[in-house]
């Protein structure tokens, strides 16, 4: 058991090195070489999958995050599934498995959380920006990211700024900001009441 509990945090480990390895020589001007083909091939196809699902918006390419977090649950999961299945305890097995997926909420709301703050602070700066003649990120104009941001804030923020009174619409990202931390409050509460009553 203990081999295959190895296996499984090897496996994570080197898919997790290969894709960090990736998203930082994507920011280099490395294109060639042993090590670059490597790494490309190794992550690939990881990350190749969630391409498909997770559409590139021309900017920010979040394949890789997502595939990140993949490979973190499905670490998580074989290891509860290796540690508690075996011994016959469906209490402590059923609590681990909701601590991984509560885990893995917490982990998209951080994400999401993170998306939200600098959809705000750009939209909030943008004049400045825009006055400032500073190309962004390779010279994509300070809108252009707000409307690719705006495709994943913008599900959120427009439902809620439309239930919300007029004199607080323009407050929405910062009411969402304040959401999604008390919601990530509360699933930590969660977790540490199931480890409590459950190990």
Do not use: C, H
Request: hydrophobic share 60%; no cysteine.
């Amino acid at each position: 058991m203990s081999t295959i509990i190895f296996a499984v945090n090897a496996t994570y480990y080197f898919l997790y090195f290969v894709i960090i390895s990736r998203m930082v020589i994507g920011f280099t001007t490395l294109r060639y070489g042993g090590f670059y083909n490597f790494i490309m091939k190794s992550s690939e196809m990881v990350i190749a999958p969630f391409r498909t699902l997770v559409k590139n918006n021309g900017l920010i390419d979040f394949s890789p995050l997502f595939a990140l977090l993949f490979i973190l649950f499905a670490k998580n999961i074989l290891l509860a599934v290796l540690l508690y299945l075996p011994t016959g305890n469906v209490t402590a097995f059923s609590a681990a498995v909701i601590i991984v997926v509560i885990d893995m909420v917490d982990l998209l709301l951080g994400f999401y959380l993170a998306l939200v703050i600098i959809f705000y602070f750009v939209k909030i700066q943008i004049n400045k920006i825009i006055r400032s003649n500073v190309p962004m990120f390779g010279g994509f104009s300070p809108d252009r990211l707000l409307f690719m941001l705006g495709r994943w804030i913008n599900p959120l923020a427009v439902p809620l700024s439309r239930n919300l009174p007029d004199s607080l619409k323009k407050y929405a990202e910062i009411i969402l900001i304040f959401m999604i931390i008390i919601v990530k409050l509360l699933l930590k509460y969660s977790i540490s009441y199931i480890k409590i009553n459950s190990f």
